[in-house]
């Protein structure tokens, strides 16, 4: 995704501080001089006279392994450090003894004794007095507790052995943190003295919805259990197995997405080369994936793997744009273009092979052992992350290693290189650029004179970035004026995708500040700049018909789409300024009808914003707009985002 923070060095953060004011300035300036002038603002549509087609994949959905977004947040598993990798003073951190009654025992860390040869630890019970009046376990505290609904089942899972020939079985039980009241129980078969996968249904009753609960794991016999892969799935989305949390995923839906960009940014490169998203390892049953350390500093589970990915764009009925590693870590490692690469360069068509190939290829054939038979869409592959971070000045030749290779195999994919090139012309450039409000105002015409001759652009991560956890309402206004620029150039913007988007909000769950839905273990929300989002997304037409503006305000912005088969126009208007603006409209070509639709984000001031506790302070409102006729002035409210939705003949 991003170098992780600070982003800057000293020297460029006070530029970007004297940037920022300086830009303040002039755009204060210029709103006192528009208000002084007395001319009228006004905005001219041709209806009947088409500019270009609007990309049928501009907007889009982008995240990776960074403020728990997968772990403990979209990724539906419940415990936490399931595999018991995540350590604190040679203890597994989230776990803990429990005695009850008079019995005793420890645990610890085995790091020699494992399920599978991906996962070689796992975690000894050593239980030294135990009765079933006074059973010894050990409990997982969950990703900041366990979420717990009513009549509710949850699906638990673990890998035991014992060196006792009559040790029973293993008793799951829900907990309540507070009255230390059992929600949901159940037990397992006898545990055996060779590894193997239990698995048990824990079914809730009327009880009180909460996150304060934990997962709890007891024996009623001394002697030793080891336990490893220990999991908890409350329902996913469309029932998946190993699959997401509904309320996200929906979420995700309601912003009308055409694709995602996966794995991610940063979680594709890894620290170190080693440290990559080496797919091979990601795929097939979960005891077979070593899980890896996140770029983010915790260890990611690996159970978000390619083929979950995939499964996530076919749930929601997009596209993926599929990011291949390219021989470029972010600490600076790299690998040469070659011989030395070629490896590399086989991974990344064996992965799109495991996405597209038919069951008579290898990976297409494993794609369908693992339960998949059909392929996935795909038209877009992404080389590498951010290369310009790389010193050593080899990305380009890497690219064209990769480019030939996979042009070479799939003709008909079309390759984004991830900064620009000067001996070879890619498919697509990728741009990223985080801003602050002011910035993002300017922003927003960067591409109006831009070259048609060169790349098409993928804007592959961007957002404006006020506001913690969360984005407020001044970044929705900043986002929402990029966007405009975004439909404007739509003929050279082909795909856009908003990063990060996931945090989960409790006290160190954050790596990276304003990220687009928030949530905790119970519930999530949208930001502004999620509700803008939506907007734009949801009134998207097909064409963008010639217009022309005079006289708008520095912080007044507009982008206007057609849709032929529905006849409709969706005028986007954006005022970040602190009073309310007025435009003259005139629409032209077509005979528009007198009445129509108007949804309304806005607030009282730019600082203004959602949270987990208030979720809903700012979301859009949708209203009867009257008055249409050929020429009709609207006004726009202080602070506001608005789009029109107007019917034609």
């Given at each position: ?179 230390g009241k059992v929600v949901a129980s159940a037990a397992s078969g006898a545990i055996s003295g060779q590894w193997k996968r239990y698995e048990v249904l824990l079914k809730t009753g009327q009880v009180e919805p909460s996150s304060k609960n934990h997962l709890q794991l007891t024996v ?360 309310p603006q007025t435009v003259t409209l005139h629409l032209e070509g077509k005979r528009v009808q007198p009445t129509g639709i108007v949804e309304t984000l806005g607030g009282n001031n730019p600082a203004e914003t959602n949270s987990i506790t208030e979720q809903k302070r700012i979301v ?30």
């Amino acid at each position: 995704m991003k170098l992780r923070l600070p982003i800057v060095r000293e020297g460029a953060r006070r530029y970007r501080l004297h940037y920022a004011a300086t830009s303040l300035g002039l755009l204060l300036l210029s709103n006192a001089a528009y208000a002084q002038s007395g001319q009228t603002a006004a905005i001219s549509i041709k209806l009947d006279s088409p500019a270009h087609k609007v990309s049928p994949m501009l907007y889009g959905l982008m995240t990776e392994e960074i403020n728990f977004s997968y772990d403990g947040g979209l990724y539906a598993e419940m415990v936490r450090n399931r595999t018991f990798g995540g350590r604190r003073h040679s203890q597994p951190a989230h776990w803990f003894v429990v005695e009850h009654g008079n019995s005793s025992g420890k645990m610890e860390i085995d790091d020699s004794n494992g399920p599978s040869e991906a996962l070689q630890n796992s975690l000894l019970i050593d239980v030294a007095k135990a009765d079933a009046q006074n059973p010894l376990g050990v409990y997982n505290e969950g990703y900041w507790g366990m979420a717990v609904h009513p009549n509710t089942t949850y699906k638990a899972s673990f890998y035991a052995k014992t060196d006792q020939a009559d040790e029973g079985p293993i008793n799951l039980s829900l907990i309540n943190n507070d009255s230390g009241k059992v929600v949901a129980s159940a037990a397992s078969g006898a545990i055996s003295g060779q590894w193997k996968r239990y698995e048990v249904l824990l079914k809730t009753g009327q009880v009180e919805p909460s996150s304060k609960n934990h997962l709890q794991l007891t024996v009623s016999h001394p002697g030793k259990v080891w336990i490893s892969l220990v999991s908890l799935f409350p329902p996913t989305y469309k029932d998946r197995d190993n699959g997401n949390r509904p309320d996200l995923m929906e979420k995700m839906k309601a912003m009308n997405p055409k694709f995602l960009r996966l794995p991610g940014g940063n979680y594709l490169e890894g620290d170190e080369i080693q440290d990559r998203f080496d797919w091979k390892t990601t795929i097939g049953p979960l005891v077979d994936r070593p899980t890896h350390p996140s770029p983010w500093r915790y260890q990611s589970s690996d159970g978000m793997g390619l083929l979950e990915f995939l499964e996530w764009t076919e749930d929601l009925d997009i596209e993926p744009v599929l990011a291949v590693y390219a021989g470029y870590s972010l600490k600076g490692a790299h690998v040469n273009a070659g011989p030395a690469l070629t490896p590399y360069v086989q991974d990344a068509l064996d992965e799109i092979e495991f996405a597209t190939g038919g069951t008579d290829t290898p990976w297409g054939k494993k794609r369908a052992q693992l339960g998949h038979p059909k392929p996935f869409p795909l038209h877009y592959v992404e080389i590498g992350n951010e290369d310009w971070f790389d010193r050593s000045g080899s990305y380009e030749s890497r690219f064209a290693q990769f480019d030939k290779a996979i042009k070479a195999r799939y003709p008909n994919l079309k390759t984004i290189a991830t900064m620009p090139l000067k001996r070879i012309k890619p498919d697509v450039q990728d741009d990223h650029y985080y801003l602050r409000a002011v910035e993002s105002y300017e922003h927003a015409s960067k591409y109006d004179t831009a070259d048609r001759n060169g790349p098409k652009i993928f804007v592959g991560e961007w957002a404006t970035r006020e506001g913690s956890p969360t984005p407020n309402l001044n970044s929705a206004l900043g986002d929402a004026a990029l966007m405009t620029g975004f439909e404007r150039n739509s003929d050279l913007i082909v795909m856009a995708s908003y990063a990060p988007m996931f945090v989960n909000v409790n006290p160190g769950g954050m790596q990276w500040e304003s990220d687009l839905i928030g949530y905790d273990a119970m519930s999530s929300y949208g930001s502004p700049s999620y509700y803008a989002q939506v907007l734009f997304a949801k009134y998207l037409g097909d064409t963008v018909p010639t217009s022309s503006a005079d006289h708008l305000s520095q912080r007044f912005f507009y982008s206007a789409t057609t849709s032929g088969a529905q006849k409709k126009l969706y005028l986007k208007l954006v005022n970040g300024n602190s009073v309310p603006q007025t435009v003259t409209l005139h629409l032209e070509g077509k005979r528009v009808q007198p009445t129509g639709i108007v949804e309304t984000l806005g607030g009282n001031n730019p600082a203004e914003t959602n949270s987990i506790t208030e979720q809903k302070r700012i979301v859009p409102v949708r209203s009867e707009l009257t008055g249409i006729k050929e020429t009709f002035e609207h006004t726009v409210p202080a602070y506001s985002i608005q789009i029109l939705e107007l019917s034609t003949d």
